[in-house]
């Protein structure tokens, strides 16, 4: 320990000889000269000079002012420290020195850490928010810009010969464009597009860096880094960031840091990317399993209605089609039917169905042969499924509509006469895809001008509502229903049906529902083109 000189003025000579420490202790004075100091502090200030104001370091000279605030810190070379006064009976204060460079540097570690989570949270939130593949982009390059770098850059792979591309600038304005053979002149970029891992930032020359890169106004790049977008199974993409001259290059940390928002990024992506992929398969599939939009067809009215289940929301098993004539059928063929169960697995079923009576209609002249043909078919499949279903063939005769009507295990069509009645067509047999043999019977019907045949599923007469949502709408209602549509044409006769039972139903639960009209049209009819499109009628 170093002498102390006399300093009887101060009142504070052996203050730190009396009391071992430690620690290094510094004596000030009430003026702010050092009035003694142990061994380890004359160490720890080599230029602190008894009877001299403290030279350095300037927190812990200016500390004497004011004593009583409590602790005070501050760096001392590369190190950290906190001084803890002690106020001395003659005046001056004793500060104590305590290195806390490894706490303060754990803190430090455990704020940034901390923070970097905090960032991870948000990004995962903000990415998973959306299942779209562009704005997915979006968000990753805005996070990056803000979080990562000074502006960053997200290349998608895709089979075409242009890869899009999204960058976040220096200011956060996001710029879409396209980008495709021009990967290949930056170092690692390439590798990273197809998932290897990323190439060291220390390793890529920022002078390199082409000008498709670089933001408009950006500047001298310092530093670049390229990391892989990791998806499920295939690469998303690659991450580009950019740092200014005037920044600290990217650390190791930096990169790992990346690499971890990076895998949070891509897997998004890739989400993003698969779900465009089913949803695009889906409505492709759909296209072809949803019913037809109907039309007016050899002078003949017809008109549809669906709603699927809430279950299924777009596809379910019940389903209707209208086949013009042809050579093969000279008359116009109707199907409505309704697969065992809905949904998808419903909907698949359907597609086979209307495929094969597709194939079955140059024998629609004969409604049970068509229909056995169909049995046999459906029996021969590994689906357990079955169907019920009614065919009706349609031709004009002068002004009126003759129908062919054959139910196979379905509710008969109702009638819909001029008069104010609704009777139901002498029609029935087997359901399809069950027994080895089935049995159908087929009725005649003739439609006045203005008259209309319903066909409709299981899913109007069984739905549920009313003032306690447990009654079924019932034949009945349906039948009360119709007799206020006589007269109307095909598409009034189904959007009033549809309308009464969307009000019965109400936010209950219901199965699917098809309705299908076939009108005997009112007055003379003069189709247009070749007789399939809407026509004009006169009284």
Known sequence: MSAS?????????????????????????????VAELNGAAGALLPHA????????PDWLAAAHRDPGTGPVSGTLGEAFFSAHPSVLSGGGTAWWLVEETAHRTAVEELAAERERT????????????????????EVTARLAADHLADAALVISPTSARKLPMVLCDQHGRLVHSTVSGAVQELPGLPEALRGFPPVPSRWIDPATAPDWLVPEGFGEVGSLAITPLPGHGVPAGALILLRRAQQAAFSKSDEAFAGLFAARAGAAMSAARLYAEQNTITDTLMRDLLPPTLQQVEGVEFAGGYRASVDAERIGGDFYDVHPASEDCPESLTVLGDVAGKGLEAAVLTGKIRNTLQALLPMAGDHGQMLRLL????????????????????????????????????FPPLIVRQGGTVEAADTGGSLIGVLPRITTRTAEVRLAPGETCLLYTDGVTEAKGGPLGDTMFGEGRLRRALLECAGMPAQAVVERVQMLVDEWIGDGRHDDIAVLAITAPRGAHLSAVNGTTPGRYTA
């Open 375 to 410: 049995n046999n078919a459906l029996r021969s499949s590994h689906s357990t499924r079955f169907v019920t279903l009614v065919l009706a063939s349609a031709r004009r005769e002068d002004r009126d509509v003759v129908l062919r009507l054959t139910s196979a295990g379905h």
């Open 49 to 56: 000079r008894v009877g001299e104001a403290l030279p350095s």
């Open 5 to 33: 000189p006399e300093s009887s003025h101060t009142g504070t000579t052996g203050v730190v000889g009396a009391v071992p420490s430690p620690f290094p202790v510094v004596v000030m004075d009430a003026a702010g000269h």
């Open 118 to 137: 905090g960032f991870l949270a948000e990004a995962s939130s903000a990415l998973l928010a959306s299942l779209n593949l562009e704005r997915c982009m």
